[in-house]
């Protein structure tokens, strides 16, 4: 410390200011070593009570370690999830075309416009610096080389994205693409391709891109283009991960206006998207107000029903489940919040065990704090010296976390985006692991520091103190009820989740898909070609059934028209399926009224079902036979009504629908196998027949089935996530729960080992010790199975009316999870109780 010095007026070797700078810097020296060597004691105490107590110290660093764990996963979930084209110049002036339709009281939205509407766009509207338009196609592609030699380009296994587009030169005054070559306003000509440097050295094995500019890119056997243009591919994170840029231009040359609907008001196609960069300054709402008086933008269906044309913006693409796509994937921000939620609960519940375990300890730490009040120790010393002990212990946990974060994505790939890399030795990614390891020391270490701190050396030293007082222990028991109350919410939530998609999955659709599995091929491929392929699979042996279609009986989205009936007065919107006339039998699909359509070359006939009969103002489904309604310039007679059947997944209620024949649209196969009394290796065996079939009439296509429960399946990934999620939020919180229930136990049997040893003395069996000492944490559990109930119930009840087809929550639900909860508690507080029951009063009273 600093010493206080007499000092003459300057004279003499001992005394003057500088002797007293001296004098001083000695001091800063000796306060810096005492400062040092403190430290160096709290952090030599610390390591010694981790070491001498393992059990604990596990169930600290382990519970803590799977809290943080979470964190770093969820972490790197959300940093890549919400990392999507954030690059883009102007990205903010940026905005999908989409649509809006209403009828009733039902609401729905298209990421699309019909194609021509880009047309009436430009046109009508003011205040828009750009306006382009893409399709998605997914053609095959070869490419002849300087000698005539046909290369054939397979498809990259594993690619989840459509990666060739019919573009419009605005497309790259959209979008923010680097030139290599060439340049956007090629594109304005037919038969003109730009390519991404990657998609060029695959298909060409250089880099010269001099030498490539001019050299013929041939699609789907007959259109012919030259590559004019080169741009390099995206290195951030993006959507748009297309790779061949066809000019728009080239569908009308090469006669795809009819399969593509070009001039069809009516026609609704996911593919295809129109992108508009608005002027500085000019907002979107703006925008959406000239549209509503722009012709065939703004349309009212009777009273309350209209469909009308509005924008998107870019940084909502990614993450809106609003509106759909056919490329690029999808951020669920709701089940990205979930993620959040439960990674903030699970560090929780690892703080909560850390403060419950280290109050419980107080008895074994109170002599340890006595003793060194006595020698001087003050409260804020002991608060930093227990703080130490808890960062040792967190840092300890961050280890550990880091090793198990990258095996736990692996084991949930579900919830993984696709691309997604952990590296732990990114800035962000420390600096973000870091800021939880402080988080997570002050929330366990601080209060049970205080609490510790507090106590009076006086009373510790005769053994009379120690206990951390009535307020502690009551903190602790609801420390407990949180923890166990959580649990029994996942609990809940698990059991309701997965029954909800256990219907989904397996429940009464109105169609069969047992045994049926689902190839498609593009629609520019000539159906001639397309129908050779279903006559050779119907001569396999093992094939009971082949049908031509558009899309199979469920479809999340598709093809729809707007239909006018006016001896109904309707106007609104049919779903629509083409398929031949195979298709009712190979559904099942049960006809109310009349027949199937008959096979024809021209559109003459239909099938509808049920509602939409009945929207058409028909009572009895045979009433409806021998109408007709118009459908494409046509009148087509309606000669059969089936059963409803769900053409959207279980979330949407049933939907007017019709069934036509259209060859030129039926691009799918369903294919139903014979699978009685056939093994799976004769299954595989006919499987392999097909794919022989297929690359015989479609050498270049990739073969890729799907079977019909996969295909339903699909449907609800955002689902099968939740479900996922909240089944490995159950695990970890009754791990985590469990675990420190197990700690407390053990300390309480310790603490009342004397007790137990009397009462043996007494008479009292193993049931009686087990009783006693499990008695009070049970009850601790059934409380928080009280608090659960009622907010699991709530929450999950919201949740289930997203779906109009759902499951109910009966009694059982919630007795099964009060057994599950019981049972952990009884399984890990019943250890320490048997193992104390069992100990000899000897040994427990030997001190008495």
């Known amino acids: 410390m600093y010493r206080k010095r007499?000092?003459?007026?300057?004279?003499?070797?001992?005394?003057?200011?500088?002797?007293?700078?001296?004098?001083?810097?000695?001091?800063?020296?000796?306060?810096?070593?005492?400062?040092?060597?403190?430290?160096?004691?709290?952090?030599?105490?610390?390591?010694?009570?981790?070491?001498?107590?393992?059990?604990?110290?596990?169930?600290?660093?382990?519970?803590?370690?799977?809290?943080?764990?979470?964190?770093?996963?969820?972490?790197?979930?959300?940093?890549?999830?919400?990392?999507?084209?954030?690059?883009?110049?102007?990205?903010?002036?940026?905005?999908?075309?989409?649509?809006?339709?209403?009828?009733?009281?039902?609401?729905?939205?298209?990421?699309?416009?019909?194609?021509?509407?880009?047309?009436?766009?430009?046109?009508?509207?003011?205040?828009?610096?750009?306006?382009?338009?893409?399709?998605?196609?997914?053609?095959?592609?070869?490419?002849?080389?300087?000698?005539?030699?046909?290369?054939?380009?397979?498809?990259?296994?594993?690619?989840?994205?459509?990666?060739?587009?019919?573009?419009?030169?605005?497309?790259?005054?959209?979008?923010?693409?680097?030139?290599?070559?060439?340049?956007?306003?090629?594109?304005?000509?037919?038969?003109?391709?730009?390519?991404?440097?990657?998609?060029?050295?695959?298909?060409?094995?250089?880099?010269?891109?001099?030498n490539i500019l001019g050299r013929t890119i041939i699609y789907d056997d007959t259109i012919r283009t030259t590559v004019t243009g080169i741009v390099q591919d995206f290195d951030q994170i993006t959507d748009f991960q297309f790779k061949d840029f066809i000019s728009y231009a080239t569908a009308r040359a090469a006669g795809l206006t009819q399969s593509l609907q070009l001039d069809n008001w009516n026609n609704f196609n996911s593919s295809s998207e129109t992108f508009v960069k608005l002027d500085k300054g000019v907002s979107p709402a703006r925008i959406e107000a000239e549209l509503k008086t722009a012709p065939h933008m703004y349309q009212v269906f009777g009273n309350t029903g209209y469909r009308r044309v509005r924008l998107q913006p870019l940084a909502d693409l990614h993450y809106s489940t609003l509106y759909d796509k056919d490329y690029g994937s999808m951020t669920n921000m709701k089940t990205l919040g979930q993620l959040m939620g439960v990674a903030v609960f699970i560090l929780i519940l690892a703080s909560i065990n850390f403060i419950n375990l280290s109050i419980a300890q107080s008895m074994r730490r109170s002599k340890e704090i006595g003793i060194r009040k006595v020698l001087g120790s003050r409260r804020m010393g002991l608060v930093v010296q227990l703080m130490t002990e808890t960062v040792l212990l967190a840092l300890a946990a961050l280890v550990l976390s880091l090793v198990l974060v990258r095996p736990l994505l692996n084991l949930f790939p579900d919830l993984v985006p696709a691309g997604l890399v952990v590296n732990i030795l990114d800035p962000a990614t420390m600096g973000f692991a870091l800021l939880v390891v402080l988080v997570a020391a002050v929330l366990s270490g601080l209060y049970p520091a205080v609490v510790l701190s507090s106590f009076q050396p006086a009373q510790t030293l005769k053994g009379q103190g120690g206990s951390p007082g009535r307020w502690a222990n009551r903190l602790g028991k609801g420390l407990v009820v949180f923890q166990f109350t959580i649990s029994a919410i996942f609990i809940v939530s698990a059991i309701v989740v997965g029954n909800q998609m256990h219907y989904m999955l397996h429940g009464d659709m109105g169609f069969t898909r047992d045994a049926v599995i689902r190839m498609s091929m593009e629609q520019d491929v000539p159906y001639a070609k397309r129908k050779l392929l279903a006559d050779r699979l119907r001569g396999l042996p093992g094939v009971d059934l082949v049908s031509m279609d558009f899309s199979s009986p469920i479809i999340d989205g598709g093809w729809r028209n707007t239909i006018e009936y006016a001896p109904a007065q309707f106007k609104g919107t049919v779903d629509i399926r083409a398929a031949d006339t195979n298709y009712l039998s190979m559904y099942g699909l049960k006809l109310l009224a009349g027949r199937n359509y008959f096979a024809s070359d021209s559109l003459r006939e239909i099938v509808i079902n049920e509602l939409f009969a009945q929207q058409l103002g028909f009572r009895r489904p045979q009433e409806a036979l021998g109408h007709s309604i118009p459908l494409w310039d046509k009148h087509l007679m309606i000669v059969g009504v089936v059963a409803n059947f769900n053409a959207t997944p279980f979330k949407s209620a049933y939907e007017p629908?019709?069934?036509?024949?259209?060859?030129?649209?039926?691009?799918?196969?369903?294919?139903k196998l014979h699978t009685q009394g056939v093994t799976s290796a004769q299954l595989q065996q006919t499987i392999a027949a097909i794919g022989n079939e297929w690359t015989g009439v479609f050498p270049v296509a990739p073969f890729r089935y799907q079977w019909m429960d996969e295909h339903i399946a699909k449907m609800y990934q955002s689902e099968a996530k939740m479900d996922e999620l909240v089944n490995l939020a159950m695990i970890i919180t009754i791990v985590v729960s469990g675990m420190g229930l197990f700690g407390l136990a053990a300390l309480a049997a310790r603490r009342r080992t004397k007790e137990i040893g009397i009462r043996k003395v007494l008479g009292a069996g193993l049931m009686d010790i087990t009783a006693l000492v499990s008695r009070e944490f049970v009850l601790l559990v059934g409380l928080a199975l009280v608090i659960a109930s009622p907010v699991a119930w709530y929450f999950l009840h919201d949740w289930l009316q997203n779906y109009v087809f759902r499951v109910s929550m009966g009694w059982w639900v919630f007795g099964l999870a009060a057994v599950l909860a019981v049972g952990v508690a009884v399984v890990t507080v019943g250890f320490h109780a048997i193992r104390a029951g069992m100990a000899s009063p000897v040994e427990s009273l030997r001190s008495e």
Not at 657 to 671: A, C, D, M, N
């Open 6 to 210: 007499t000092v003459d007026s300057g004279q003499g070797s001992g005394g003057g200011w500088g002797s007293i700078r001296y004098d001083f810097g000695i001091t800063l020296v000796a306060r810096k070593r005492n400062n040092f060597g403190m430290f160096r004691n709290f952090l030599v105490v610390a390591w010694r009570n981790i070491v001498r107590h393992k059990g604990n110290s596990f169930i600290h660093i382990f519970g803590l370690g799977i809290g943080i764990c979470a964190c770093m996963a969820i972490w790197s979930i959300a940093h890549y999830g919400l990392g999507f084209d954030k690059f883009h110049r102007d990205g903010d002036r940026i905005y999908r075309v989409v649509s809006e339709i209403k009828l009733g009281g039902d609401t729905r939205y298209w990421g699309d416009v019909p194609e021509p509407a880009v047309g009436e766009l430009r046109k009508a509207l003011t205040g828009v610096e750009v306006v382009a338009q893409f399709h998605n196609i997914n053609p095959m592609i070869e490419i002849p080389d300087l000698h005539g030699q046909i290369k054939k380009i397979p498809a990259v296994e594993g690619d989840v994205y459509n990666d060739v587009v019919l573009a419009e030169p605005e497309y790259f005054g959209v979008f923010s693409y680097r030139w290599l070559a060439g340049n956007a306003a090629s594109l304005a000509e037919p038969f003109h391709v730009v390519i991404s440097a990657r998609e060029a050295e695959r298909y060409f094995g250089s880099q010269d891109w001099g």
């Open 657 to 671: 629908l019709l069934i036509v024949s259209q060859p030129e649209s039926e691009t799918g196969y369903s294919v």
